[in-house]
């Protein structure tokens, strides 16, 4: 056990000190509207994160790189299963618009649900000013 | 390689040597992260398939949920990453003490990132932002949406068993706040704190996708 990496401290305190700020520039980023493009920079900044936290406090960075593939290997096969179902469930209307129409559908539960305020209860739809939800039970 | 001390107390019979013991115990502990990335795997597909099929509800609903306590149980996870690391950097420098300390801090933040958890549930339980069947919230900004229900489910499933791994994760550390204390851990045998380092830090890995995935996109 001799010959084990040891790290200096200063790399772990700029690693941290990077996942503080990055985690500052995704909550920032997500106040602005890029459209289609704000799923690609929250996913981007997260695996640039993810890649530090698992190269330099998860060591793969200095271990032997069979660790490292082991763990890419679970992230291939992530991505096989993402990619396989997605081409089956992107394209079910394509092929037969019917079979997309139960996706659409509402619940039926939601016909049974009565309108609330944001503290979850029940409004009358007649008289805004009803308080009957107060009697509701906390 | 440690010839001069090839047998110490720590070494299990079946292994070589010291080195080959703490490989084989490292490769044993990747397969099982491996397994747990396709096991939250599945919940992230669920997660991409539903929020294909229903963009704008995810996109309305994610504005349910308290950034600000997302945010904080973020900036929490990572200091208790970066406790947990301190923490096998101080026992490979024979620092007992602090490697203690450090261990006893990863404990504490994770304790704190479930009672942000809870006190986040337990608002969702009062207005009725819950999974499946048990969803009743038709709040103003969302009762035109169609099928909240099934992000609440998501949502709960997967920081669900994300909350599980941390109250796992935190037993562990107990037992190694344990160990330390008692001397069964030093700098020539660390291995289990590491290998729970590398468990640790994957349940901030996870956490690193979910936060964006449910509070801010």
């Given at each position: ?5 040891i790290t200096p401290l200063k ?66 096969f992530l991505g096989i299963f ?47 000013d009803s308080h009957e939800g ?5 | ?217």
């Amino acid at each position: 056990m001799s010959e084990h990496h040891i790290t200096p401290l200063k790399t772990y305190l700029v690693i941290a000190g990077a996942l503080f700020c990055l985690t500052a520039v995704t909550v920032w980023v997500s106040y602005f509207d890029f459209g289609s493009f704000n799923i690609i920079i929250a996913m981007g900044v997260a695996t640039f994160k993810a890649t530090l936290v698992a190269l330099f406090f998860m060591h793969l960075l200095w271990d032997d790189k069979k660790n490292l593939t082991m763990f890419i290997m679970s992230l291939m096969f992530l991505g096989i299963f993402i990619t396989v179902t997605l081409l089956d469930t992107g394209f079910r209307g394509g092929v037969n618009p019917e079979v997309e129409y139960p996706i659409n559908k509402r619940a039926a539960f939601y016909d049974s649900l009565p309108l609330t305020d944001t503290h979850g209860n029940p409004v009358d739809e007649h008289g805004i000013d009803s308080h009957e939800g107060d009697e509701d039970h906390h | 390689m440690s010839h001069d001390n090839s047998s110490p107390d720590f070494l299990q019979h079946h292994f070589h040597d010291v080195d080959q013991q703490y490989e084989t115990a490292k490769l044993g502990m990747w397969a099982f992260i491996l397994t747990e990335v396709l096991t939250f795997g599945g919940l992230f597909v669920a997660y991409v398939v539903y929020r294909s099929w229903y963009p704008e509800m995810f996109v309305g609903a994610n504005l349910l949920l308290d950034v600000n306590k997302g945010l904080l149980n973020t900036i929490v996870l990572i200091t208790s990453s970066l406790t947990m690391v301190l923490a096998v950097w101080a026992i490979q420098q024979k620092k007992q003490k602090l490697s203690l300390f450090m261990l006893i801090a990863t404990f504490l933040f994770a304790f704190m990132f479930l009672g942000i958890k809870y006190l986040e549930y337990s608002h969702k339980f009062e207005v009725g932002q819950l999974p499946g069947e048990y969803y009743s919230y038709m709040g103003p900004e969302i009762a035109h949406l169609n099928n909240p229900h099934i992000f609440f489910s998501i949502y709960f499933i997967m920081t669900g068993l994300h909350g599980l791994h941390v109250a796992i994760g935190m037993g562990l550390i107990a037992w190694l706040i344990y160990a330390t204390a008692k001397g069964n851990l030093h700098s020539k045998y660390y291995t289990p704190m590491e290998m729970i380092g590398i468990f640790w830090h994957l349940v901030d890995l996870i956490w690193i996708y979910l936060f964006p995935l449910f509070y801010l996109i």
